[in-house]
């Protein structure tokens, strides 16, 4: 259990902080890398407190089955949304993420703020930078609180996040650049369809399902679920076929 | 009192969001499933009932989005 939970966390986490990375490689590009710096570590800092506390304080006082109820409920709701979105992106129905294009449009708002001052911080890229990493690393702190403590595992869930976050700020290091080459869209349907699975297994426990075959459903749900979000990914192709198909033999409409 | 609506405002967002059909249908499928284990219905029957629930929930989101 320790494994899959250092894993989902790992997966869930490491998309979260290429969308983060993205903004902060676009205000250190455009205006000042030290403030930028600053503001990633002040981030940083409060949602590790936040997980720290947050996580503890349910793990310590809350009964684990109302644990699970609540924030596997949470865990379900959330894992849902990723997974519908996932599919309607797989289908072709919603955009996919395009960080190479975020990246732009953030560059394109940063040039039309007042210029870097020439001594001392800059506090529009400490701002911007902070505000950037706190929103998407709150989803992480989301998802490690609920995994963490669902499962009794905040140790292995912190640390499959902060592995994710390690490797994504390495790497857009290095590379400087965007990590638009990540299969974003791919990691979040896999996220999403994990989210799901853990989420009804847990939340069902807390109703007080007595699973049979114990953590090994878990495998099961997932397994079914994967299965069930492909079917609705052909499912939503199928209709924006049809779709097309009905608006060419319409004809221009003139 | 404005940053009492700010944070709610963030969490209904967070969890609610444009699909409120993601959040409540999941608390009804739990809420159904509950009363099913209430009722002693046997475990193996209570568990396919909530996953059967919760993928038609996500079945139902995506088939209303395809309509939009």
């Given at each position: 259990?320790?494994?899959?939970?250092?894993?989902?966390?790992?997966?869930?986490?490491?998309?979260?902080?290429?969308?983060?990375?993205?903004?902060?490689?676009?205000?250190?590009?455009?205006?000042?890398?030290?403030?930028?710096?600053?503001?990633?570590?002040?981030?940083?800092?409060?949602?590790?407190?936040?997980?720290?506390?947050?996580g503890t304080a349910i793990i310590l006082?809350?009964?684990?089955?109302?644990?699970?109820?609540?924030?596997?409920?949470?865990?379900?709701?959330?894992?849902?949304?990723?997974?519908?979105?996932?599919?309607?992106?797989?289908?072709?129905?919603?955009?996919?993420?395009?960080?190479?294009?975020?990246?732009?449009?953030?560059?394109?708002?940063?040039?039309?703020?007042?210029?870097?001052?020439?001594?001392?911080?800059?506090?529009?890229?400490?701002?911007?930078?902070?505000?950037?990493?706190?929103?998407?690393?709150?989803?992480?702190?989301?998802?490690?609180?609920?995994?963490g403590a669902?499962?009794g595992?905040l140790?292995?869930?912190?640390?499959?996040?902060?592995?994710?976050?390690?490797?994504?700020?390495?790497?857009?290091?290095?590379?400087?650049?965007?990590?638009?080459?990540?299969?974003?869209?791919?990691?979040?349907?896999?996220?999403?369809?994990?989210?799901?699975?853990?989420?009804?297994?847990?939340?069902?426990?807390?109703?007080?399902?007595?699973?049979?075959?114990?953590?090994?459903?878990?495998?099961?749900?997932?397994?079914?679920?994967?299965?069930?979000?492909?079917?609705?990914?052909?499912?939503?192709?199928?209709?924006?076929?049809?779709?097309?198909?009905?608006?060419?033999?319409?004809?221009?409409?003139? | 009192?404005?940053?009492?609506?700010?944070?709610?405002?963030?969490?209904?967002?967070?969890?609610?969001?444009?699909?409120?059909?993601?959040?409540?249908?999941?608390?009804?499928?739990?809420?159904?499933?509950?009363?099913?284990?209430?009722?002693?219905?046997?475990?193996?029957?209570?568990?396919?009932?909530?996953?059967?629930?919760?993928?038609?929930?996500?079945?139902?989101?995506?088939?209303?989005?395809?309509?939009?």
């Amino acid at each position: 259990m320790a494994l899959v939970t250092i894993v989902s966390s790992f997966l869930a986490s490491a998309v979260e902080f290429v969308e983060a990375v993205t903004i902060v490689l676009a205000v250190g590009v455009t205006r000042q890398w030290r403030s930028t710096l600053l503001g990633v570590v002040a981030a940083l800092a409060a949602l590790t407190l936040l997980v720290a506390v947050f996580g503890t304080a349910i793990i310590l006082f809350v009964p684990i089955n109302v644990v699970r109820l609540v924030v596997g409920g949470f865990l379900l709701i959330y894992g849902l949304q990723w997974l519908t979105k996932a599919v309607l992106r797989a289908g072709g129905a919603r955009a996919k993420h395009d960080e190479a294009a975020i990246y732009e449009r953030e560059i394109a708002v940063l040039r039309t703020e007042p210029p870097v001052p020439a001594t001392g911080m800059d506090w529009i890229s400490f701002t911007v930078a902070t505000k950037g990493v706190l929103l998407e690393g709150l989803e992480v702190a989301f998802i490690v609180v609920t995994f963490g403590a669902s499962a009794g595992m905040l140790g292995p869930a912190a640390a499959g996040a902060a592995v994710a976050g390690a490797l994504v700020l390495g790497l857009a290091f290095l590379v400087h650049r965007p990590l638009a080459a990540v299969p974003e869209n791919a990691l979040k349907f896999a996220v999403g369809v994990m989210l799901t699975g853990f989420g009804t297994f847990w939340a069902g426990e807390g109703v007080g399902i007595d699973w049979p075959g114990g953590d090994a459903t878990i495998l099961a749900l997932l397994a079914a679920y994967a299965v069930l979000a492909l079917l609705a990914v052909y499912f939503v192709q199928g209709r924006l076929a049809n779709r097309r198909l009905r608006v060419t033999a319409a004809g221009p409409g003139y | 009192m404005r940053y009492v609506r700010a944070f709610f405002g963030f969490w209904y967002d967070f969890l609610v969001g444009d699909r409120p059909e993601l959040f409540v249908g999941p608390i009804a499928a739990l809420f159904l499933a509950w009363l099913a284990v209430r009722a002693g219905v046997p475990a193996p029957m209570t568990g396919g009932l909530l996953f059967v629930l919760v993928a038609t929930v996500g079945g139902s989101s995506i088939a209303w989005a395809m309509r939009g």
